[in-house]
């Protein structure tokens, strides 16, 4: 099928490699000439594992191109993707729907032939109708293009496997027709026995976001009794552990720590409370707000408890800070709990070096007043606290007995539960933990 991949960032970029995996012809396009002309040379603008290669193969089989033109979209694609980003607004909790209107506004006026758009963004429930009414006065093809929706759930650090491998496919769609022609795109997915669920546009818009709800929900609840722990002297990890052994509550998103960051499940909590405000249904998700206050409140623990372990004041300490992605195995700082610790303890006069093996230029970018440094034990050197807020695999092969030599004062704080406590605790370290008690 000719299908077409309408921004391309984490989401849009791996998604157009893996359609071209499944043997499709695809056409990806964006706005941002500088990651096009990137992309097209096989160059992945981000750090995703396994997605270079997978744009590479693909460009050489001659099954992925590149553009800016959403008239070459237009004329190309029978299948048109929509995965542009959909931030939070700023100066209000709902998302901004910027981006997706403008692919519509200037991808219509060019359908002139019928065809599929399928919305892959996560937006408030009632866009694709909306963006459907959009289409039929703006398309010269009118009621020959239709809109459906395919929410799409690849996590960061694993999107070439989801992509290609996902847990379940979900369609929205308004006809036969439109579920055919998403069978047709999906078939070796489908082929492989994925769970399929096909329903209306507005109940798949919702999967999406009820889905990342709950993610944020499960890691605030466990925060939030990791709080209780820290109160009463208990200890978080192996009460985590006693839970996820309950196959109705599993262990998977129960790990307690800083808290969720990223592009995704801290602005669609948000969006989803501003949308439910307009639909007159805020009262039922009331709790969402304070899964976002729990969450929050983690990071300015975290900063608390640097700020205790240096005595009360954090003026002119040296920290060392290991990591400022929002989660470990990719370069994405959007919303990083690491980068938001980071900064409040430069704010408070700390003097911050901050290691992370992936996101350190994009951290530069977004905080320039911050320290960095491209090699972990630079980031030791005289530190008088050390603070783990990315639980990047390399950080817990570190050898602590050399690093107790590098720093001024050996105590650390793993604020993702993610070290081998005891073997810092041997190599002389003092370490404190979130929802830990002290030892
Ligand atoms: C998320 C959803 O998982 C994905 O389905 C959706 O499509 C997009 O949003 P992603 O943002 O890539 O994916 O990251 P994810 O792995 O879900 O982690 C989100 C955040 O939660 C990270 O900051 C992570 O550190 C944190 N987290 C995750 C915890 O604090 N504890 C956990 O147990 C799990």
């Not at 979209?73 to 299948?79: E, K, N, R, T």
């Not at 607004?89 to 599929?116: E, F, Q």
């Not at 608390?304 to 009360?312: F, I, K, V």
């Amino acid at each position: 099928m000719r299908i077409t991949v309408i921004g391309t960032g984490y989401l849009g970029a791996v998604h157009a490699a893996g359609m071209a995996q499944f043997g499709h012809d695809v056409l990806g396009v964006d706005v941002d000439a500088t990651k096009i002309d990137q992309l097209a040379h096989g160059v992945a603008p981000f750090y995703e594992p396994g997605f270079p290669d997978l744009l590479r193969e693909n460009i050489d089989a001659g099954r992925l191109r590149f553009s800016t033109s959403l008239r070459e979209a237009a004329d190309f694609g029978d299948v048109h993707f929509v995965c542009v980003g959909t931030p939070q607004r700023s100066g209000s909790a709902a998302a901004d729907m910027t981006y997706v209107d403008a692919v519509i506004k200037g991808l219509a006026p060019h359908l002139s032939r019928n065809c599929l758009i399928v919305g892959k963004s996560t937006v408030p429930v009632g866009t694709a109708a909306r963006l459907a009414s959009m289409v039929a006065a703006l398309a010269p093809a009118a009621e020959g293009v239709q809109v459906a929706w395919n929410p799409e759930f690849l996590r960061e650090g694993f999107a070439v496997n989801d992509t290609l491998h996902p847990d379940r496919l979900v369609v929205g769609v308004e006809s036969a027709e439109a579920e055919a022609t998403l069978r047709q795109v999906y078939a070796e997915i489908l082929d492989a026995g994925t769970p399929y669920i096909a329903t209306d546009v507005a109940t798949a818009e919702l999967v999406k976001v009820s889905a990342n709800a709950f993610l944020a929900t499960k890691i605030s609840f466990i925060n939030a009794i990791s709080e209780v722990c820290e109160t009463v002297g208990a200890d978080i990890v192996p009460l985590a552990a006693a839970l996820g052994h309950d196959p109705r509550i599993g262990s998977r998103f129960l790990a307690p720590g800083l808290g969720f960051g990223g592009g995704c499940l801290p602005k669609d909590i948000r969006a989803f409370l501003a949308r439910a405000e307009e639909l007159g249904v805020e009262d039922v998700l009331t709790f969402l707000k304070n899964v976002d206050a729990v969450n929050v409140s983690r990071r300015r623990s975290a900063v608390d408890l640097a700020r205790a372990m240096l005595g009360g004041s954090l003026k002119d300490k040296r920290i060392a800070v290991l990591g400022a992605a929002f989660k470990p195995n990719s370069d994405d700082i959007r919303d990083s709990p690491a980068l938001y610790v980071a900064s409040a303890l430069h704010e408070s006069g700390a003097h911050v070096r901050i290691h992370d093996p992936e996101a350190i230029e994009n951290a530069r970018t977004s905080h320039p007043a911050l320290n960095y440094t491209t090699e972990v034990q630079k980031a030791f050197e005289g530190a008088q606290l050390a603070v783990h807020l990315t639980e990047w695999q390399e950080y817990r092969e570190l050898d602590p007995q050399y690093l107790s030599t590098l720093v001024t004062t050996p105590q650390i704080l793993d604020a993702r539960n993610a070290l081998d406590i005891d073997l810092w605790r041997a190599a002389g370290w003092t370490i404190r933990a979130m929802g830990r008690p002290t030892r």
